[in-house]
Nanobody
Framework: QVQLVESGGRLVLTGGSLRLSCALS????????MGWFRQAPGKEREFVAA????????YYADSVKGRFTISRDAAGNTVYLRMNSLKPEDTAVYYC?????????????WGQGTQVTVSS
C-alpha cells in the first residue's frame, strides 16, 4: 500500500521557518517527481515545488522561489520542504505527492496534508 505521510506543520510567526517532511512507503518512487502542493481556504490547490527523484532537479512556484527548498534523503524514504521567510499568504494545508511536473492532475499519489499557519 502506497503511503505518503506529511508532518511538521504548525503555527509560526511571519518571517519564521519550518521544515515539512513527507515519509514514503509502499513502493519505489524512482520514476517520479515528488512534489509539494498547498491549498488555502477557498482557493484551489496549487503547485509549490518538486524534485526529480533521479536527477535531483528542482523547480518552484514563483511565489516561493528563493524562500523554499525541496530535497530528499539519500535513502529515498523522506522528502522535505524547507520554508524560510514565511508570510501570512503561505498559510495553507501542504500536501506531498508523487507524479510528474507541476500540475495537480499529473500526480497519482497524495498524502493527507499538514496545516501551516503563518501569523502576523
Amino acid at each position: 500500500q502506497v503511503q505518503l505521510v506529511e508532518s511538521g506543520g504548525r503555527l509560526v510567526l511571519t518571517g519564521g521557518s519550518l521544515r515539512l517532511s513527507c515519509a514514503l512507503s509502499g513502493r519505489t518512487f524512482s520514476r517520479y517527481d515528488m512534489g509539494w502542493f498547498r491549498q488555502a481556504p477557498g482557493k484551489e490547490r496549487e503547485f509549490v515545488a518538486a524534485i526529480n527523484w533521479g536527477t535531483l532537479s528542482t523547480y518552484y512556484a514563483d511565489s516561493v522561489k528563493g524562500r523554499f527548498t525541496i530535497s530528499r534523503d539519500a535513502a529515498g524514504n523522506t522528502v522535505y520542504l524547507r520554508m524560510n521567510s514565511l508570510k501570512p499568504e503561505d498559510t495553507a494545508v501542504y500536501y506531498c505527492a508523487a507524479g510528474k511536473g507541476s500540475s495537480t492532475g499529473s500526480y497519482n499519489y497524495w498524502g493527507q496534508g499538514t496545516q501551516v499557519t503563518v501569523s502576523s
